[in-house]
């Protein structure tokens, strides 16, 4: 089945750096991926839309300056997380949308990342 | 934003017993989808149902759909202890979006 692939897996940074989170559609091309984060035993709340070649869709109360999302190829969202602080501690997931086949279009999730902000 | 809500939050029940999660919702949907997550981990698609079905089963998985209420249940059944983990209902409309629910914590004991 189609694969979508995240890294890191995990990453621990000190507070006011930046982190990138990578997600990859490793077999087909994803021309819309979807960001979302989850905390301890929360649900997962969706961040932001990323289209390929054109801005990210950020849902209400997103920081669209702190998460900076870009969609550079059909293969590649990348998430930045700039100036980290200890609350955007998280698992942040992305997801890739298959178009490919016209009969069902599905949805496949990355493994996710944990971000440990110190 | 959250439509989903699941219950019970957390259920905790023998091996090879049955488990039910319902989840209920507000706006109107393309399809409802049911995912597993174990702690910690990604998450595992199990089974999607489309607005136009009432009712689906995949393995020892059976969903049932009521649009009319905007519910949905999943039944697990005879379930096992490695079915331990967390289960959450998304929703998805005509613009691709899953908006999740707040899950049910499952655990089965030995």
């Known amino acids: 089945g189609a694969v979508v692939s995240q890294h890191p897996s995990w990453v621990i940074c000190k507070s006011g750096t930046s982190v990138k989170i990578e997600c990859r559609s490793l077999?087909?091309?994803?021309?819309?991926m979807f960001w979302y984060r989850q905390f301890p035993k929360q649900s997962l709340m969706l961040m932001a839309t990323?289209?390929?070649?054109?801005?990210?869709?950020?849902e209400q109360g997103v920081e669209k300056d702190k998460f900076l999302i870009n969609h550079a190829s059909l293969t590649l969202s990348t998430l930045t997380v700039t100036s980290a602080h200890p609350e955007d501690s998280s698992f942040y997931i992305c997801?890739?949308?298959?178009?490919?086949?016209?009969?069902?279009?599905?949805?496949?999730f990355g493994e996710g990342s944990w971000l440990t902000v110190v | 934003s959250q439509q989903g809500e699941e219950d019970p939050q957390a259920l905790s029940i023998q091996e090879g017993e049955n488990a039910t999660m319902n989840c209920s919702y507000k706006?109107?949907?393309?399809?409802l989808q049911w995912y597993r997550q174990n702690s910690g981990r990604g998450l595992v698609h199990l089974i999607l149902?489309?607005?136009?079905?009432r009712e689906k089963h995949s393995g020892r998985l059976r969903v049932t759909l009521d649009t009319s209420k905007k519910s949905s249940s999943l039944l697990i059944t005879a379930s096992r202890a490695a079915d331990t983990a967390s289960y959450f209902c998304?929703?998805?409309?005509?613009?691709?979006?899953?908006?999740f629910g707040k899950g049910t914590l499952l655990t089965v004991n030995p």
């Open positions: 997801s890739a949308l298959n178009t490919g086949n016209w009969a069902e279009n599905t949805i496949y």
């Open positions: 990323s289209n390929e070649g054109s801005k990210a869709t950020y």
């Open positions: 149902i489309r607005s136009n079905e």
């Open positions: 706006t109107s949907i393309n399809n």
């Open positions: 998304a929703t998805q409309g005509s613009n691709y979006k899953l908006t």
């Open positions: 077999d087909f091309q994803a021309t819309t």
